[in-house]
């Protein structure tokens, strides 16, 4: 069974950092785009930043480029984003999702998805 489990969420004050992780089970990354994605109470889910199969192409939403980093292991078949100077809209479950793709495809491309991790921002 194919299946992407995120971890490192939390509570964090406004300015912080987070990684969070995007671990594969079931099947390897290595032929597969992944997508961070996040959405925030009574908000439609939105991108937030992927990475190519190879790692060699990133894209970030502008409500977070400069201050986040995504990068891939695709030895430990996880997947990771760097989030630092965190604001409290940056408050939200955020998902990870795997497209079989080469590159980053649109949001309705991607299959399977994690189930989550909160990450809260607040003083």
């Known amino acids: 069974q194919l299946q992407l489990v995120e971890s490192g969420g939390g509570l964090v004050q406004p300015g912080g950092s987070l990684r969070l992780s995007c671990a594969a089970s079931?099947?390897?990354?290595?032929?597969?785009?992944i997508g961070w994605f996040r959405q925030a109470p009574g908000k439609e889910r939105e991108g937030v930043s992927c990475i190519s199969s190879s790692g060699i192409y990133t894209n970030y939403a502008d409500s977070v480029k400069g201050r986040s980093a995504i990068s891939r292991d695709n030895v430990k078949d996880t997947v990771y984003l760097q989030m630092n100077n965190l604001k409290p809209e940056d408050t939200a479950v955020y998902y990870c999702?795997?497209?079989?793709?080469?590159?980053?495809?649109?949001?309705?491309?991607?299959?399977?998805w994690g189930r989550g991790t909160q990450v809260t921002v607040s003083s």
């Open positions: 079931g099947f390897t990354l290595d032929y597969y785009a």
């Open positions: 999702a795997a497209a079989q793709r080469r590159l980053c495809p649109t949001m309705a491309d991607f299959d399977p």
